[in-house]
Every structure is written in structure tokens, then in C-alpha cells.
């Protein structure tokens, strides 16, 4: 099993800034990629970015430019760095991990237990 604990949620100004961090522990050697997704009120959990375990990272398109994922492989823990935040940026934001789980390459993922984020003035 792998555990994820959240840090770094809160509210914050329009224009301003976070950094959301995600502590792994457990089995984190199944661990093949990691990121982030966010969930709205009244909609559905979105990909924010994702990072896999050789760094190649993945951003959705109202965040580029904008939120930079990053990882910290010593200390198994998982960045989100994010600037310019926009009102529609409010969110409970999710770490989310997948694991493999045989050799045929099946998956499993895991879910932190979210973190507020708050933007407004």
C-alpha cells in the first residue's frame, strides 16, 4: 500500500502564490509516476500535472505557463509550485500515485486525502 500526505493548501490573494507538497511512504517502489488533480465544487476531478518516475512531466493546459510540478526522489515527496493563481483556481487539489503491480504492467492508483486551496480576495 502506499500512503500520500498533503501539505501546503490555504488561501491566498488572486495573482498570488502556493506550493502544494505530497509525502509518499509505504511501497513506494511500485511508484511509477505521480501528480496532482483538483476537484471543484460541482465538477469533476481534473489532471492538474503529472510527473513520472524519470522526471517527463505533464501539465494541463489552463496551468501552463503558470503551476510547476516537481519531485524530490530522496525524500519520496512530490512539489506543485503555483503562481499567478486565478479564482477558478479554487479546488481541493489531490496527490495522486500509481503503482504497478505485476509484471504485465497492470496499475494501481492512490489518492491523497486532498487539500484546500482558496483563491480570492
Known amino acids: 500500500q502506499v500512503h500520500l500526505a498533503e501539505s501546503g493548501g490555504g488561501l491566498v490573494q488572486p495573482g498570488g502564490s502556493l506550493t502544494l507538497s505530497c509525502a509518499a511512504s509505504?511501497?513506494?517502489?511500485?511508484?511509477?509516476?505521480m501528480g496532482w488533480y483538483r476537484q471543484a465544487p460541482g465538477r469533476q476531478r481534473e489532471m492538474v500535472a503529472t510527473?513520472?518516475?524519470?522526471?517527463?512531466?505533464n501539465y494541463a493546459d489552463f496551468v501552463k505557463g503558470r503551476f510547476t510540478i516537481s519531485r524530490d526522489n530522496a525524500k519520496n515527496t512530490v512539489y506543485l509550485q503555483m503562481n499567478s493563481l486565478k479564482p477558478e483556481d479554487t479546488a481541493v487539489y489531490y496527490c495522486n500515485a500509481v503503482s504497478t503491480v505485476n509484471i504485465e504492467g497492470a496499475t494501481v492508483p492512490h489518492w491523497g486525502q486532498g487539500t484546500q486551496v482558496a483563491v480570492s480576495s
Open positions: 510527473i513520472t518516475i524519470g522526471g517527463t512531466t
Open positions: 509505504g511501497r513506494i517502489r511500485s511508484i511509477s509516476a
